[in-house]
Each structure stands twice: as structure tokens, then as C-alpha cells.
């Protein structure tokens, strides 16, 4: 709601109650926050004591919609009648709905000398009577808009309430102001602020839309927690300031809304109280890097506008302060002149933080070349030792060539750089984020969680900071396999800035979070996925493909992991990792029948180095991988081939892809005998592992397997006895070599012929010479 504009509902309506409701019905609205002032209200209604009940608020607090809401809980608002504009010459009673309004003009006295009109108590009563009997429950009359309750108001009310309470009335009067002690038989009930969460509710109901936490905690600083206020504030905003894409501090001006709310206050202070308020008040223009608190901040603004005090203009850093607070939709139009080094530096962070490229006056690679000037400000928020300084120039080189070409120019010079860097105190928290990718993409995952854990979490942190932390948090979880923590922290982060859904690393997150978790991937790709740095859409590309090999969809997953790989050789989950998800996919959709294709091969050199799967769950996945190159040889040794040996077991996270892995191959080689127990624990494992969407790709793979041959559902025993008969055997032979008696021999064979729908041995060995069992080559 802007200046010019009227006032608003105070939350999203909801059905019809029955109440006549002046207007268009914006009384009969759902009501956040208020739980104990209902409950309140609700027992004076149902009371007996002979009292009556004053809630007071400010203007547009909420009192009549808590009051109506609290008597919709029990009831008993066909029962009710509701008093309005009874200071002015033509009052009127509202009843339920279906009854007429009643005119009480003919019962109200001229005006007095404090220029209000007053109802004659009797004639009032007199006239509510014509509504008739309107329930089984106790009748009220809701006294609806006493503006400030003066000892002349509070003695009208008093004589009101001996009246109602002889006809078998309950009175509740809602009122802007208590002037003076009321007598013990008046109850008060005054409505604070509306907390913080209430009113994000009430904010998004009305907008319609999502509303940024940041962005929430500001619109109830400036309404001082006013439902009204704050709608009129929140209604005067783009859809992307409510979303904090982009910057709203505050208010230039104050609104009809606010100033009906704050009018009385302003009256009644003093003119040294007004100045001193008026000292308080935000600044009109500039970047509001913090504000002298004060309770209201907008009676602040109206006290500055009548002592008439000159705007304070705050010189703004207005790049920095756009990317400290993630309001990117105010980027593209900054003037180039607002680039100094700093800004740079927080524009070249968010840049490696959201994988978003710019045009014109704020892309950051015009300053590409020059890394020393600003590598300073991206690392750390104060100075650091000349050797640090040096690392850290290097390290955002590498970065940013990884950014653009997806490619790095050396690894291993960027990993003893990083271990320069982790020493170091007081870094950035952006700068956080981009060193725990760096660390990950070089499979470094204990690194990586160090730096995070050392982290602390401090006042003052920005929007950025706090939105990397999530984000570095959430890919430290990939990696490890603690789905549910990921989405955690997507989800804290989108609360904070929901335009952070929309950044393609995000999106890849999530898609395989909700692969892992829900057992789904997105049904399309975002259009402007192409326009993202090469990196990020290198990284997209592979988390999608992680994702399609979840659920089972392996061709898909082959298709986007090669593309990925192409795109950006480094992804955050490590060489190792990625390539093992390549390979696996590629094998599941049966792409190496004729050997490893050379598009695959190529993304496979040069090998991983040693650092690179230095951890368990780095050497599972390089071992996964081998294993699955190698062929129908690695089935051999069993599952226990395809994990390292190593001291400490592998994560569950690995042990489940390794044991689907297998199982998958068994599945492509025919071995379902040996495919099915794994995949019966697969499917455990992954239930263990928090990640039941994965349930679907070990289904898939079970679905997968052919049924077993004739041969193939002989067990070992049996297997043995057909080798011995192949092989020329007599039952006597055949007997003394599987030390069984001569009878057991023929009993045996008669149910492996009955079991083959064969009628003697003259048979099996036909059998055998058209079709051959596949284990008979691997018996000794």
C-alpha cells in the first residue's frame, strides 16, 4: 500500500463467517499471532463477572478482527452486535448478517466541548432490542471504534455496561488510547506488536507471494509489529524486494495508514521529545548501513517532518551494499564510477558464489586481469601477511579461470595455496563458500569441513555471508551423503533470500536432494541456464545427472554427466567422484558393450592423482570405478572387490553406490543369482542412509536382470554333479568325487532332470552342447 493508497486487509480472507461486516467484509479475516488475546476475549464472553472489557492498540493493530475472531471461535458471533463511529453525529449498530443496520442518529446528544457526540446509553439499548432474540449464547455488544478513552468516554462506557449487563448484555469496547485509570470492574486488554513470524504470514498471505526473511525482520522494524502498517508498507514493494532480489531499506515517507496509527502519539509529545525522535529518524536517501534504534521508527519520520530537520544523505557504497545484501536485480544498472576494489571483490564473489554473469557496467571480468588490485577484499574483511596476500591473488586467478573455461591451470599449486589460505583469520564468509568448493573439487572434503567448522557464527554477518555458509554447508552434505541436511540448508537459505532458488548451483542441489530424498527430477531445465558461467553449468549439467541415475534413468544420466564434464572437468563433488558417476552411468545404460567409448574415455584422463582419493569415500568411488571398467572380470572377487581395503569402513553413502554398482553389473552380465542378495541390502543400505529415493535406481536395477536361465537356478551343489555328468562321469565317479552315496547320485539327477523338463543324461548333454550353462567355463 503506497502513500496515495487506502487501507488494506489485514491478513488474507477467509470464508464467510456470518457477520455483517462494514464494507467489503475485511473483518472476517484469519488472524495470526494473537492466541493468548483470543483466548482472553473468549473467556469474558463466556464469563459471568458483571465487567466490562477494553482492548486497546493502535490504529491498525488488530482489535476488532482479534475481537470478531475470538468470538468466531466459540460461536457466538451471531450473537454479537457491533457499535461503529459512536463519537461521530450518525452512529449505527451492525448485527449478524441477514439483519438490518439501525440508524442511532435520533439517540445521540450535539456535540460537547471536546467536540464528540455521546450515545444515550437507554436509547441504545432500547434499540439494540429490535434485533430480537439473537441466540442461545450470551448476546455482546462490541463498542467498535473509541478513538482515546477519556475519564467523559470511560464514564459513558461504565453507565453503558450497568445497563447491558441489567438486559443480560456482555460490552466490549475497542479503543486507540487509555487516557486515565479505569474502575476494577473494567478489564483492559491491551495488543502488543505482532511477532515477527506472524506477521511474514499475514505479509505473504496478502503479497501473494514469497517474502524474505531479511525483508520480513525490516518490515516489522519500521511497523513497529502493526499489521496494517506493515501491509501498507509491504504493498508500496516490488515483487522483487519482497523477495530481496531487490533493495528495500525503509520508507522515504510515511503512508495514511501509519500516520492514522501514529497521529495521537504524535499529539501528545512534547516539542523536546519531538526533536529528540526526530534526531532518530533513518536517513531519507543513501545505503542504510544501520539506523539509530527506536521503537517506532515511523513516528521517528513524522517527528523529523514537522520540526522540518534536514535530510541526512549517508554517503553509499551502493555496489557493496547491492551485493552484501543479494539484491541482484539492482546490479545491471549500477554506475561504473561505484567501482572501487572492494566492490569488486564482492562482485567477483558473487559471481563464483551464484554462477551468474553480467553485462555492461557491473560484469566483474573487466577486472580479471588485475586479481592483485582486489584478491584482498574477497578473502578477508581486514588485512592479511604478504605470503597470504600472494596465495590469495593466485587462488582467485584459478578460480576465475575455472569460472570462465572450466578448466584449471594448476591444481596442485591451487591446493598448497588453499592450505595458505585456511591458516589465515578473519575471511569473509563469502569467501568461505568459494574456498570449501575449491577444497571439494580437489577432493579435499576433510579440508572442507574444517574451514566450516571453524567458522563461527557472529552479529553482523550479511545477507551474502550467511546465504554462503548454507551453501557451503549443503554442498559439504552432498558430498558426504546427508541428504536431509542439504535440503536444510537450501531451505534456511531460501527463507532468507528466496531469489537464491533461482541460482543454478541451487538448482542442481536440489535436484539431487529431491532425487535422493523424494525419488523425482525436474521435468526441464531453466532457460536461462545458458547464460550462467561455464562452471556452473558444468556443475549443473553433473547434479542432474547424479539425479537421473538415482531414480534409475541411466541413458539421461550418461547424457547430462558427460556434458557436465565437458563443460567444467572440476565440479565441487571432486574428480573422482564425478567420473565414477560418469562410468556408472554409462555401464548402466549399456554403453560399453563395445568398449568404453572415446568421448567417455577422454573425460576419464588424465587420472585422478593420489591426493585426489586420499579419503575412504574418494577410494570407494575410484575402486567403483575400476571395477566397473574392468568388466564381467570384476564380478569375480564379489562386492568385496569393488570397495577399497582399508582400516576404517566407507560411509554408507558409498557403500550404497558401490553394492548398486554391482548389483547393476551383475544385471548387464546376467548374474542374477549373484546380483540379488546385494541388491537386497542395497536397498536396506539405503533406507539406513536417509536417501530412499535412491530405493528406485536399486529397483530398477532388480527389474533390470533377465530371468534366470534353466541352468542358472541349479544351485552349487547341483552344479558340481551336471560339471561331473557333463564331463563323462558315471554315477559311481560322480559319487565317490561328491562324496555321496551311488543312490543319493541318481536321486539327484532325476530332480536335476525334472527340474530342466529332461528325461535322462542323453538329454542334458544335448542340452548342454546347444546351450551351455555360462558358470560351466568358471568351474575348476
Not at 519520520?301 to 551502493?318: I, K, Q, W
Not at 525334472?754 to 543324461?761: E, S, V
Request: charge should be negative; aromatic fraction near 4%; include cysteine.
Amino acid at each position: 500500500m503506497g502513500p496515495g493508497s487506502g487501507p488494506s486487509a489485514a491478513v488474507h480472507p477467509v470464508s464467510t463467517s456470518g457477520w455483517a461486516a462494514e464494507g467489503d467484509g475485511g473483518l472476517d479475516r484469519v488472524v495470526h499471532g494473537r492466541e493468548r488475546e483470543q483466548r482472553a476475549i473468549s473467556a469474558f464472553a463466556t464469563g459471568v463477572d458483571p465487567t466490562t472489557l477494553v482492548v486497546s492498540g493502535l490504529s491498525g493493530i488488530g482489535k476488532s478482527v482479534t475481537v470478531l475472531a475470538a468470538l468466531r471461535r466459540f460461536e457466538a458471533e451471531g450473537c454479537v452486535v457491533r457499535v461503529v463511529r459512536s463519537g461521530s453525529a450518525r452512529p449505527s449498530a451492525q448485527g449478524p448478517a441477514g439483519l438490518r443496520h439501525l440508524d442511532l442518529s435520533a439517540w445521540t446528544a450535539p456535540a460537547g466541548p471536546d467536540g464528540e457526540h455521546r450515545i444515550d446509553p437507554d436509547g441504545l439499548m432500547s434499540a439494540v432490542a429490535a434485533f430480537g432474540h439473537l441466540g442461545p449464547g450470551p448476546c455482546l455488544l462490541f463498542v467498535d471504534d473509541v478513538d482515546t478513552l477519556t475519564p467523559a468516554r470511560a464514564t459513558w462506557l461504565q453507565h453503558l455496561a450497568d445497563l447491558a449487563y441489567e438486559r443480560g448484555w456482555r460490552v466490549i469496547a475497542a479503543a486507540r488510547h487509555v487516557e486515565t485509570p479505569v474502575p476494577d470492574d473494567v478489564d483492559l486488554l491491551e495488543l502488543g506488536p505482532i511477532d515477527e513470524v506472524a506477521l511474514g504470514r499475514v505479509v505473504g498471505a496478502a503479497a501473494g507471494s514469497l517474502v524474505a526473511a531479511d525483508v520480513v525482520t525490516r518490515l516489522h522494524r519500521w511497523s513497529a509489529g502493526n499489521v496494517r502498517v506493515a501491509l501498507e508498507l509491504a504493498d508500496g514493494l516490488s515483487v522483487a524486494q519482497l523477495r530481496g532480489s531487490a533493495e528495500w531499506s525503509g520508507p522515504d515517507v510515511v503512508g495514511p495508514v501509519a500516520r492514522r496509527a501514529y497521529r495521537g502519539l504524535l499529539d501528545r509529545l512534547t516539542p523536546e521529545e519531538t526533536a529528540r525522535l526526530a534526531a532518530c529518524a533513518p536517513p531519507r536517501s543513501g545505503v542504510r548501513r544501520g539506523t539509530r534504534q527506536t521503537e517506532h521508527p515511523l513516528l521517528a519520520l513524522l517527528c523529523r517532518e514537522r520540526v522540518g530537520s534536514p535530510a541526512d544523505v549517508e554517503a553509499a557504497h551502493a555496489v557493496e551494499s547491492v551485493l552484501d545484501g543479494l539484491h541482484l536485480d539492482d546490479l545491471p544498472g549500477l554506475p561504473e564510477s561505484e567501482h572501487d576494489q572492494r566492490a569488486i571483490a564482492r562482485a567477483v564473489g558473487v559471481v563464483l558464489l551464484t554462477g551468474t554473469t553480467w553485462a555492461g557496467a557491473a560484469d566483474p571480468w573487466r577486472y580479471a586481469e588485475r586479481v592483485a588490485d582486489w584478491s584482498d577484499h574477497l578473502w578477508w574483511t581486514d588485512g592479511a601477511a604478504d605470503d597470504a596476500r600472494a596465495a590469495g591473488a593466485r587462488v582467485a586467478a584459478e578460480l576465475v579461470t575455472l569460472e570462465r573455461v572450466g578448466r584449471l591451470p594448476d591444481a596442485a599449486r591451487l591446493r598448497a595455496d588453499l592450505d595458505v589460505l585456511a591458516a589465515t583469520s578473519g575471511r569473509h564468509w563469502v569467501s568461505l563458500c568459494i574456498q570449501v568448493r575449491a577444497h571439494l573439487l580437489l577432493g579435499d572434503v576433510a579440508a572442507a569441513r574444517r574451514l566450516l567448522d571453524g567458522s563461527r557464527v557472529v552479529e553482523g554477518r550479511t545477507v551474502a555471508e550467511i546465504v554462503a555458509r548454507d551453501v557451503a554447508q549443503a554442498r559439504v552434505a552432498l558430498v558426504e551423503g546427508r541428504a536431509v541436511d542439504v535440503r536444510a540448508h537450501l531451505d534456511h537459505a531460501s527463507r532468507l533470500r528466496p531469489a537464491v532458488e533461482d541460482w543454478l548451483p541451487v538448482r542442481g542441489l536440489r535436484a539431487v536432494v529431491d532425487a535422493l530424498l523424494d525419488g523425482r527430477v525436474p521435468d526441464d531445465v531453466p532457460a536461462w541456464a545458458g547464460s550462467a558461467s561455464t562452471r556452473a553449468l558444468g556443475e549443473y549439467a553433473a547434479d542432474l545427472g547424479l539425479a537421473h541415475l538415482a531414480v534409475g534413468q541411466a541413458e539421461q544420466a550418461a547424457e547430462l554427466l558427460t556434458i557436465g564434464l565437458e563443460r567444467c572437468s572440476w565440479s565441487y563433488r571432486g574428480r573422482v567422484h564425478a567420473r565414477a558417476d560418469l562410468v556408472e552411468a554409462v555401464v548402466a545404460a549399456g554403453g560399453t558393450r563395445d568398449g568404453v567409448p572415446d568421448r567417455v574415455r577422454r573425460l576419464l584422463d588424465p587420472p585422478a592423482v593420489p591426493a585426489e582419493r586420499g579419503s575412504v569415500d574418494a577410494a570407494a568411488a575410484y575402486v567403483r570405478t575400476r571395477a566397473l571398467l574392468a568388466g564381467r572380470a570384476a564380478l569375480a572377487h564379489g562386492v568385496d572387490g569393488w570397495l577399497p581395503t582399508v582400516p576404517s569402513p566407507v560411509s554408507l553413502w558409498q557403500r550404497l553406490r558401490s553394492l548398486t554398482a554391482f548389483g547393476r553389473a551383475c544385471a548387464v552380465h546376467g548374474e542374477r543369482l549373484a546380483a540379488e542378495p546385494v541388491l537386497r541390502e542395497a536397498g536396506t543400505v539405503a533406507r539406513l542412509a536417509g536417501v530412499p529415493g535412491w530405493r528406485a535406481r536399486v529397483d530398477g536395477a532388480g527389474d533390470d536382470l533377465p530371468e534366470p536361465l534353466a541352468w542358472d537356478r541349479l544351485d552349487d551343489s547341483e552344479r558340481e554333479i551336471v560339471r561331473l555328468a557333463l564331463g563323462g562321469a558315471t554315477n559311481a565317479q560322480i559319487a565317490s568325487a561328491a562324496y555321496l552315496s551311488v543312490r543319493s547320485v541318481a536321486n539327484r539327477l532325476r530332480s536335476i532332470y525334472a527340474h530342466l523338463g529332461l528325461r535322462d543324461r542323453r538329454e542334458l548333454v544335448e542340452r548342454a552342447q546347444a546351450d551351455p550353462p555360462r558358470w560351466l567355463d568358471d568351474s575348476p
